[in-house]
């Protein structure tokens, strides 16, 4: 029944959509990612490079002079804050104190507006040649509860004690085992062993996050990060163990917690989907493979299930005619590779086969269900320049950049100040041993801090990036008719 | 890639002219491990075009076995013989001069050396215009390997081709100055040919439809009234020959007279292969306004029939001499370029 609501909500959305958009043509660009993937980044190098006229070659309705203007429209709905592009601009642009934006902790939405050359001749007659591009910036956190929609209390709370009972999760879950196993499902409920529950539950969620663990499969989001939601009872749950259990009877403390499950998809997880992501245009799926290379191969497979999750809770399929009266739908996905600049440009191609590999079955469904698809090594902002460095009679292919404080290689540590080059370790040609793990140690990843921000030719001030134009080229290149 | 595992390293850069000299707090204690200082050589991709290596490019089988046969056996024997029997000739003539009186020996010994010096300008010429025909081709090879495999080394020789055909030329040097910005970005392979196209060749592609149609309203002009249907024949020949090194020159591939013949010969081997398709999308519409045009003047309908010829052999002369193949632009569709033909009127006499 449910389900059924659902589709016709959608329908309606997107009813409305279809007759707004013919006199304002509108582009819903969900940028997905998991938490620290590079979506602000990505957000704000793109406006920054559509407000002022980047270095984007292959973007073509940019680098054929289309494009007259874009500007950034008064935030458009009242309820949400505008996403606060002055600010991260500011950050990355601070001289000696520039650092990337702080990582996001609510939700913000932004419209930019484009203005270009119309080459229809509908185009010409209707609209004019302006084209609204909208954009929502989320904690990446968030983004893991898509998938509990469809998920019971049960089955969760079964899914999650699986996972946390498997290396390497098991040692950091300790703690919270400890106390799990002292809980009676069956008991009365108590606010006070729910609330502690929760507690251990969110601080084992934060560990297996950290950068040693660096796992990506962590719902509920908002534990991590519960933006105004804090302290409140909808994040006072946690799993049980109910293995062999009926569903508990009224006050018992199973109850407790599948009732606040239930509130918290559906007054938290559910607007969150409807609103941001279930009309959406155009879909880019930042990961950030990289760090998960650090960390091994617990947390390559994390990464790849969790996004495949994600990725299943979208409407992905080709545009027809029919698509708008029916709900509209992704047809058009880039895979990216974030912050392939810790890479040299030689070893992107093998990045990118990684990916590949990594996103395989999520991009076979969403092929097959008639989306364009792309895979792409990209850096929305490069903190990086490329040299080789000769070395015993072998050459390095290296980067440089300034590295960010306490950072470290081996017995060195950055102190955030001074530039060095980085030989990063060879990515191996064929995928396959890097999800196995068998690079361990082979490969090592350091963060950069922003670049300095140089003016560019003309005296025009942008972001040097890696291939945003070409994946800007495919989201909406084809949107500037 | 080296079966030995390359393990992460890390080498201290000293503050770079680039960049304004951080405040260092501490003295750089730390020193590099390594014995020897490393060799560093920043990134710079015009650099790395230079050093290319020299690498044979793939390209497809040659379509027909070379014929190194006794046909060839004859032509040469029958070149060497003749050319001894002008060299006696001419000896035993410039000989004769000399017994005769002194002057008129040296002005023959003059006369012909000058005709020597002129004939090997001839072929030198000649086998330049081919050598140029030929990278054009070289280049249409490359780049659809590039495009179709990313391969990266492909992509620099025709990055490195085009700039050496398109360099000192007027009507190039802003679009490929703006080619060059993006040189050392980083681009994959097949996005470099993308831009290419659309920075360099895009802006030839129209002067290049523009002399289709001009030689192909031209052709449908004067068939229509000429009084002599040899004189056709002739007339029509000459204007395609002219087309065909127009395009040729146009994309940088000047042709010769052999040139010119080479590259119609490929025309017709083009039009051959590609035609059957190219004829069934426009074919009907073409015949159709043939009948019509027919029905109004039979030397008006067999005008339009040449025009529309000469426009096909001037598409397949494109794509023949095009350094870059059709993929990011859509090639001119016959039926653009017959509307061009068709403006009769005007467009002829602002053209002439």
């Given at each position: ?73 008064p935030q458009p709905d009242d309820r949400l804050p505008r996403f606060p592009y002055e ?280 092929e097959f269900s008639g989306a364009r698809i792309d895979a792409v090594a990209m850096a ?102 | ?329 859509s090639p001119p569709a016959l039926t653009d370029l017959m509307r061009e033909v068709m ?10």
């Amino acid at each position: 029944m449910t389900g059924l609501i659902d589709e016709t909500r959608m329908a309606l959305g997107s009813l409305g959509d279809a007759a707004s958009g013919l006199v304002h043509p509108t582009i819903r660009l969900g940028v997905t990612g998991l938490s620290r993937a590079g979506k602000t980044v990505f957000i704000t190098a793109l406006v920054h490079n559509l407000l002022h006229g980047g270095r984007l070659p292959l973007f073509s309705p940019m680098a054929t002079g289309r494009i007259a203007r874009a500007y950034l429209e008064p935030q458009p709905d009242d309820r949400l804050p505008r996403f606060p592009y002055e600010e991260h601009l500011a950050a990355l642009t601070a001289g000696d104190d520039r650092h990337w934006p702080e990582s996001t902790r609510r939700l913000s939405q932004l419209r930019l507006t484009v203005e270009y050359e119309p080459s229809g001749f509908f185009a010409r007659r209707t609209h004019g040649g302006r084209l609204h591009i909208d954009i929502v910036d989320y904690p990446g956190e968030w983004l893991l509860d898509l998938p509990l929609m469809s998920l019971t209390y049960e089955a969760w709370s079964a899914a999650t004690l699986v996972a946390s009972r498997a290396a390497p999760r098991d040692r950091l879950a300790g703690s919270w085992h400890a106390h799990l196993k002292s809980l009676d499902p069956a008991a009365p409920a108590e606010e006070a062993s729910a609330a502690e529950a929760a507690r251990l539950f969110t601080a084992y969620l934060a560990s297996c996050r950290s950068d040693d663990a660096a796992l990506s499969s962590l719902p509920p989001g908002r534990f991590l990060m519960p933006g105004d939601l804090e302290d409140s009872p909808l994040l006072t749950f946690a799993p049980l163990d109910l293995e062999g259990r009926t569903p508990g009877r009224r006050g018992s403390l199973q109850a407790l917690m599948r009732r606040r499950y239930d509130a918290y998809v559906t007054h938290v997880v559910r607007p969150f989907f409807f609103d941001h992501f279930s009309r959406l245009d155009r879909q880019i799926v930042l990961v950030d493979v990289l760090t998960a290379l650090n960390a091994g191969p617990a947390a390559l497979t994390d990464l790849s299930a969790a996004i495949y999750g994600v990725l299943d809770c979208f409407r992905v399929g080709a545009k027809s005619w029919a698509s708008h009266l029916f709900g509209r739908r992704i047809d058009a996905i880039v895979f990216a590779a974030s912050k392939a600049d810790l890479l040299h440009h030689a070893s992107h191609d093998r990045l990118e086969a990684i990916l590949e590999a990594l996103l395989s079955s999520a991009a076979e469904r969403a092929e097959f269900s008639g989306a364009r698809i792309d895979a792409v090594a990209m850096a929305a902002i490069r903190a990086t320049r490329e040299a080789i460095i000769t070395e015993g009679g072998e050459d390095l292919a290296c980067i440089a950049g300034v590295p960010e404080k306490g950072e470290k290689i081996g017995k060195e540590i950055f102190d955030g100040n001074s530039e060095a080059a980085i030989f990063p370790g060879d990515l191996p040609a064929d995928p396959a041993p890097a999800l196995a793990g068998e690079l361990e140690g082979d490969l090592k990843f350091v963060r950069f801090r922003p670049p300095p921000f140089a003016p560019g030719p003309w005296g025009a001030r942008v972001f040097p990036h890696i291939r945003l134009d070409r994946a800007l080229e495919f989201l909406i290149g084809d949107a500037f008719r | 890639m080296s079966t030995r595992t390359r393990h992460p390293q890390v080498f201290r850069l000293d503050t770079e002219g680039d960049k304004p000299a951080p405040p260092r707090e501490k003295p750089k204690s730390r020193k590099l491990r390594r014995v020897s200082a490393p060799k560093i050589e920043w990134h710079d991709e015009t650099a790395e075009a230079e050093n290319l290596p020299a690498r044979v490019p793939v390209r497809p089988a040659p379509l027909t076995r070379s014929r190194r046969h006794w046909g060839t056996v004859l032509i040469a024997a029958m070149a060497g013989f003749l050319s001894l029997a002008f060299g006696q000739w001419a000896y035993g003539l410039v000989e004769s001069f000399f017994a005769r009186s002194a002057w008129l020996g040296w002005t023959a010994t003059g006369l012909l050396a000058a005709a020597g010096i002129a004939a090997l300008a001839i072929v030198l010429r000649e086998m330049l215009a081919l050598a140029r025909l030929r990278t054009l081709e070289r280049l249409q090879a490359d780049a659809t390997h590039a495009t179709a495999t990313d391969d990266a080394d492909a992509a620099a020789r025709v990055m490195a081709g085009l700039k050496s055909l398109y360099a000192g030329r007027a009507d190039t040097a802003w679009d490929l100055s703006r080619l060059v910005e993006h040189e050392a970005d980083i681009i994959d392979p097949a996005g470099r040919i993308r831009l290419a196209e659309r920075d360099l060749v895009a802006p030839l592609d129209e002067e290049g439809q523009r002399i289709i149609a001009r030689t192909a309203r031209r052709v449908t002009l004067l068939t229509a009234v000429s009084p002599n249907a040899a004189l056709d024949v002739v007339f029509v020949a000459m204007q395609n020959l002219k087309m065909l090194r127009q395009l040729a020159a146009l994309y940088g591939g000047r042709p010769g007279t052999i040139g010119t013949v080479r590259l119609a010969r490929m025309v017709i081997a083009h039009l051959a292969v590609a035609g059957g398709l190219a004829l069934s999308d426009t074919v009907v519409q073409h015949l159709i306004g043939k009948g019509l045009a027919g029905r109004l003047s039979a030397r008006f309908g067999e005008g339009t029939v040449n025009g529309i010829l000469t426009a096909r052999i001037g598409r397949a002369a494109l794509d023949l001499t095009r350094p870059l193949p059709f993929a990011s632009t859509s090639p001119p569709a016959l039926t653009d370029l017959m509307r061009e033909v068709m403006r009769l009127g005007g467009g002829e006499a602002q053209a002439e």
